[in-house]
Each structure stands twice: as C-alpha cells, then as structure tokens.
C-alpha cells in the first residue's frame, strides 16, 4: 500500500504540471521528513551524487553532438552512404538507418540522432514519393539507435546508478545495436518491395561514391577515434566525451568550415540548457532514490517477486509492461534513474545480469522515446518535418514492434549483449 500511494503520489503531481526533477525529489523530501529521517539526507545526496566524475561526460557528448549538428555533419554523413546503398530496394531508407547508426556510434544522444539525419532524409525520401507516416516513424526510431549504440548518455546514467563499469555497458550495446540496425534495414527494403512507391535511385558511379566518401572522412574519423579510444582502454568515456567535443570543434571549425559563431554559441546555449536539465533529474531522482532505499522499497519488492513471480520470462514480461506504461509518461532518464534503485536488486535476485538488465532497460526506454505523449524523438521529428503529432506516431508501430522482437531476441540469447564485454 505504501508503494501504491508513493507511485499515485508521484503520478498525481506530474499530471498536475510539476517538473519531473522537483517531482521526485520533493516527494523523496516529504518521504524523509514524514518517515522520520533527517531532510539534511536530502543535500548530502544531491551533492554526493553530482560531484561524479563520470557525469562530466554528459555535457561533453552533449556538446559534441549539438556542434556535429550545427555543423551540418549529418549531410556528409548520409550523402556517404547514400551513395553507397541508394540504389537498392528502399535504399534511401537503408541509408537513413546506417546514417542513424554511425552518427549514434559519435554523439550518445538519441534526439541529436532523429534531428541531425531528419533534417537531410526527410525531404530527400519524400521527394522520391516514400510514405510519409514510413519516412516520420523511419526516422524517430532510427533516432533511437543513439542511446543503444555506443556511447550512450542513458548507458553512462544506468552505470552511474548501478555502480557498475560504463565501458562493459558500452561493449554490451554492440551486437544489440547492429541487430535492431539490422532489423529497420531488412523491414525497410521489405516495405519498399510490397509498397513499390517510392523512385528508385541510380547506381551512384564509382567516382561519386569516392568523393562522397572523402567528404564524410571527417566524420568517419571522429567515430572511430572515439570508438578505438573506448574500446582499447586509451581513454575513459568522460575522456573520450572531452576528446570527442574537441575534435568535433576541429573537424566542423577548420577542417570543413561549417560552424559559424552563431552555431557554436547555439550549439553551447542548447547542450547547457540540455545538461541542466538532466542534471536536476538526477539530483532529484537521487534524493527519491534515497527515500525509498530507507524505506526498503527495494527489499520489499524483490521479496514480493519472489514469492509471488515463477520464472524469470514473468518477471521480464512484467517489466516491459511496466515500462512501457511508464513511457507515456516519463522521459528516458526519469524511467533509469527511478526504476533502476527498484527492478535492478529483484533481477539481480533472480539470476539476471546487471550489465544484461542494464541493455534490456535502455532498449524498452528506446521505446518510451517513440510512443506518445512525451515520446521526444516524436517531437523532434514533427518540429523537423513540420506536420502534426500524430501522423508522425501513426509511423513508429512497425518499429516499436521490431524493438520488442529484440527484446525477445536478446532474452532468449543473452550472449547477444554479455560476449563481448566477458570475452573483451
């Protein structure tokens, strides 16, 4: 009962306007206060909690990405591939997914993801005659890649949270990542072959595949210095994050000119706004987090689970319902920082993998960012190609479907994501 009337508070104050940071950590206040404990808690939480090293990376990723994005970056990006794969059935959406999944493997973010190739896919796929409702859910679930991909700022959160290693959660967002590329490529040329109502592009020649190649080079690089850097041990991802940040401002400065002061101080104005926000989520959450903790919320439900769940798929299944409930109304930094305290002890109890549960959540928070009414990537799609909400979320239910499906892959073969990070 007092998990019921602690969630219907919470639920109550957000429909009622409050924002999610004050939310939770007003609630996490009154529950300190009301149980007896010290509201001094409070403060010592928040400021033992964002002195973390690792949350540096926040805002130097989100830095990084809003200068690739300002810097046009994505238009060498997708102009690459799209010479490369154009040609093929659907191959302007197979060269927004792969567009999606390299530019993911740079900025960490999810909406800089939907934003940076929206702006370039958009108006070439719906000149070429593809469904809109197809292009709009195309490219907000495409955007999603940027926090399954790695680096990931919710993986970086998750880590944070769980206490446990940011660089095996990156490792084990790999094969998960290229499955669910895999997946939106295979679904993308089937759909072109039945819908046939699209204008195929020609074969790009060899020549043009070269020098657009030689325009993304920039970009490519920056990828794969991040991605070498990480995954060699020369750099740890807040470092990583700061040496990404400072080669974006080289590439989009001086290599390709295309950063002007006023996007630069842009760029820096929304990353501030951005991280400012996140970090009174998790101040916040902290704070809630601490409350429940002495209120052994956790152990309560663990041990419910364990008396009254049969099996791990129940649990599972339990979860995602959850989630996916949770993700109509809360972002997907409120859903790791709130739920992770909670579900991550009762997984733990039932055999789960932390760094496995660690993917399974950021997949199913994947989803809250395409599923009404506060999914984002539904609202950078439809600012980007200026329509109205609903004709974008009409397009994303083949691909929240195809997220599911990996869900599903993922526990079944739980190798997909731990066999990098154990063999590495």
Known sequence: MIILAILAILFALLLIGVPVAFALGGLGLGMLVFGGFSPLMAPQSILSTLDGFILLAVPLFLLMSNVLLKGGVGRDLFGAVQAWVGHWPGGLAVATILSCGLFAAISGSSVATAATIGTVAIPEMVSRGYDRRF??????AGGTLGILIPPSIP???FGFVAEESVIALFLAGIGPGLLLVGMFVIYSMIYARVSD???PMPKASWSDRGEASLRALPSLALALLIVVGLYSGAFTPTEASAVGFAAALVITGLVLRSLTWRGFWEAVRDSAVTTAAILLIIAGAKVFGKAIALYRIPQDISAFIAANIDGSLTFILLVSAVLLIMGL?????SM???MTPVLLPAAMALGFDPIWFGIFMVIMVECALITPPVGLNLYVIQAV??????????GVWPFLLLMLLCVAVLFAW????LYIPFKW
């Open 135 to 140: 292009v709009y859910g195309l490219l907000a």
């Open 197 to 199: 109502s699209y204008t």
């Open 336 to 338: 790791i920082l709130i």
């Open 155 to 157: 993986m970086i959160v």
């Open 329 to 333: 109304v809360f972002e997907t930094l």
């Open 414 to 417: 739980p190798d997909l994501a």
């Open 385 to 394: 190609a200026r329509v109205s909400l609903s004709q974008v979320a009409r």
